[in-house]
C-alpha cells in the first residue's frame, strides 16, 4: 500500500521480543527499498516524528537484481550391505533466512546430520540398510527440497525405513512425537532405551501424535506416509533470539549440547538399521478439536519449482 502511494522507501521493525533481536522476513515491496531497523533506532525515530521533529537519517542501501536462481539438495550416503534397496534418512534443511547466518536456523541441524554420519562411518561402516543424509533447498520458501524429492521419487518411498529430521535450534533435543504413526511408540520406544539416561531423561514425547502438516522437511515425507519424525530443540529462547532474526550467528551454537542430540541420533540411526523388518506404517487419523469430527491426513503438496515471481 504505501508503495503504491508513492513511498520511496519503507522503514520497518519487527521486534523479537528479545534484547537486540528483530524478525527479518521478506519485503512487501517489489521496487522500493524496505529497510528494518531496530526496536531502539525505530522507536526514537517514531518519537521524534510524533513530536514534529521531522528526523532526517542517511541509508547506504545496495542491492543487485540476479533473476530466479536455481536452488538444489545435496545428499550423502553410506551404503548398506544386507538390505542397501531399504533407508534410514537423516534430514536437515541446507538454506537459512537472510537476517543473519542461520547458524541454528538450520546450521546446528547440518552439522548434527554431518556427524551423525562421520560416527557412523567410522563404527559402523557397513550397515545393514543404506543410510541417507538429505539437505534440503528451498525449505523456507515452502519445503520446497523435501518435497520436490517426495514428488521424484515415489519408488523409494515405500523403502524407508524411517527419516529424523533436525530443524529446531540449538538446545537439546526436547520433544518427539509418534506423527500419528499407530505403532510408533513401540519401535521408538525400543531405540531410545539405548540411548544414555542423562540425553533422554528431559524428553517430552507424545504417542501416537498427530501428523505434522508444516513447519520443516519432515511434514513432507509423513504427507506420503512415511514415519518421519522431529528431533525438536526448542531451548535458549530459539524463537525470541535466533530463529529469522539478526542475531542467528555463529556464537549461538551450544556445542555440547549439539554433540549430544548427534550421539542421540547417531544411536537411533543405528537401530533403526538394525530392525529386522521394516517398522509399522499404520496411522491414525486425527480427530478436530473443533468439531469433533475426524480429520484428514495430510497430503503431499507439490513444490514450488519456478521461484517467488509473478506468474
Given at each position: 500500500?504505501?508503495?503504491?502511494?508513492?513511498?520511496?522507501?519503507?522503514?520497518?521493525?519487527?521486534?523479537?521480543?528479545?534484547?537486540?533481536?528483530n524478525?527479518?522476513?521478506?519485503?512487501?515491496?517489489k521496487?522500493?527499498?524496505?529497510?528494518?531497523?531496530?526496536?531502539?533506532?525505530y522507536?526514537?525515530?517514531?518519537?521524534?516524528?510524533?513530536?514534529?521533529?521531522?528526523?532526517?537519517?542517511?541509508?547506504?542501501?545496495?542491492?543487485k537484481?540476479?533473476?530466479v536462481?536455481?536452488?538444489?539438495?545435496?545428499?550423502?550416503?553410506?551404503?548398506?550391505?544386507?538390505?542397501?534397496?531399504?533407508?534410514?534418512?537423516?534430514?536437515?534443511?541446507?538454506?537459512?533466512w537472510?537476517?543473519?547466518?542461520?547458524?541454528?536456523?538450520?546450521g546446528?541441524?547440518?552439522?548434527?546430520?554431518?556427524?551423525v554420519m562421520?560416527?557412523?562411518k567410522?563404527?559402523?561402516?557397513?550397515?545393514?540398510?543404506?543410510?541417507?543424509?538429505?539437505?534440503?533447498?528451498s525449505?523456507?520458501?515452502?519445503?520446497?527440497?523435501s518435497?520436490?524429492?517426495?514428488?521424484?521419487?515415489?519408488?523409494?518411498?515405500?523403502?524407508?525405513?524411517?527419516?529424523?529430521?533436525?530443524?529446531?535450534?540449538?538446545?537439546?533435543?526436547?520433544?518427539?512425537?509418534?506423527?500419528?504413526?499407530?505403532?510408533?511408540?513401540?519401535?521408538?520406544?525400543?531405540?531410545?532405551a539405548?540411548?544414555?539416561?542423562?540425553?533422554?531423561?528431559?524428553?517430552?514425547?507424545?504417542?501416537?501424535?498427530?501428523?505434522?502438516?508444516?513447519?520443516?522437511?519432515?511434514?513432507?515425507?509423513?504427507?506420503?506416509?512415511?514415519?518421519?519424525?522431529?528431533?525438536?530443540s526448542?531451548?535458549?529462547?530459539?524463537?525470541?533470539?535466533?530463529?529469522?532474526?539478526n542475531?542467528?550467528t555463529?556464537?549461538k551454537?551450544?556445542?555440547?549440547?549439539?554433540?549430544?542430540?548427534a550421539?542421540?541420533?547417531?544411536?537411533?540411526?543405528?537401530?533403526?538399521?538394525?530392525?529386522?523388518?521394516l517398522?509399522?506404517?499404520?496411522r491414525?487419523?486425527?480427530?478436530?478439536?473443533?468439531?469433533?469430527?475426524?480429520?484428514?491426513?495430510?497430503?503431499?503438496?507439490?513444490?514450488?519449482?519456478?521461484?517467488?515471481?509473478?506468474?
Open positions: 500500500i504505501l508503495e503504491e502511494a508513492g513511498a520511496l522507501g519503507v522503514i520497518t521493525s519487527y521486534w523479537s521480543r528479545g534484547f537486540g533481536a524478525k527479518i522476513f521478506s519485503a512487501y515491496t521496487t522500493v527499498p524496505t529497510i528494518d531497523l531496530s526496536l531502539e533506532d522507536g526514537l525515530l517514531f518519537r521524534l516524528a510524533e513530536n514534529g521533529k521531522k528526523p532526517k537519517i542517511h541509508l547506504n542501501a545496495q542491492s537484481e540476479t533473476g536462481q536455481p536452488t538444489f539438495n545435496t545428499f550423502g550416503e553410506i551404503r548398506g550391505t544386507e538390505k542397501p534397496e531399504e533407508y534410514v534418512m537423516l534430514s536437515a534443511h541446507f538454506d537459512s537472510d537476517g543473519a547466518t542461520g547458524a541454528t536456523d538450520n546446528t541441524g547440518v552439522i548434527t546430520m554431518m556427524e562421520r560416527i557412523l567410522k563404527v559402523y561402516p557397513n550397515p545393514k540398510r543404506t543410510i541417507l543424509v538429505g539437505l534440503w533447498g525449505e523456507e520458501q515452502g519445503l520446497n527440497g518435497r520436490a524429492f517426495v514428488e521424484d521419487h515415489p519408488e523409494t518411498l515405500d523403502k524407508i525405513q524411517v527419516l529424523f529430521n533436525q530443524d529446531n535450534g540449538t538446545g537439546r533435543i526436547a520433544q518427539l512425537s509418534g506423527q500419528g504413526f499407530v505403532d510408533s511408540y513401540e519401535y521408538l520406544g525400543r531405540w531410545m539405548e540411548v544414555p539416561r542423562p540425553i533422554t531423561r528431559e524428553i517430552e514425547t507424545n504417542f501416537p501424535g498427530n501428523p505434522g502438516g508444516g513447519g520443516s522437511d519432515y511434514a513432507s515425507f509423513v504427507a506420503a506416509g512415511v514415519p518421519a519424525f522431529s528431533l525438536s526448542l531451548s535458549w529462547s530459539y524463537y525470541n533470539y535466533t530463529w529469522h532474526t542475531l542467528d555463529y556464537d551454537i551450544v556445542f555440547e549440547e549439539v554433540k549430544n542430540n550421539i542421540m541420533t547417531a544411536i537411533l540411526v543405528y537401530m533403526a538399521c538394525e530392525e529386522p523388518e517398522v509399522s506404517r499404520k491414525r487419523v486425527p480427530m478436530n478439536q473443533r468439531g469433533g469430527q475426524p480429520a484428514f491426513w495430510p497430503v503431499p503438496r507439490s513444490p514450488n519449482r519456478k521461484g517467488m515471481i509473478d506468474n
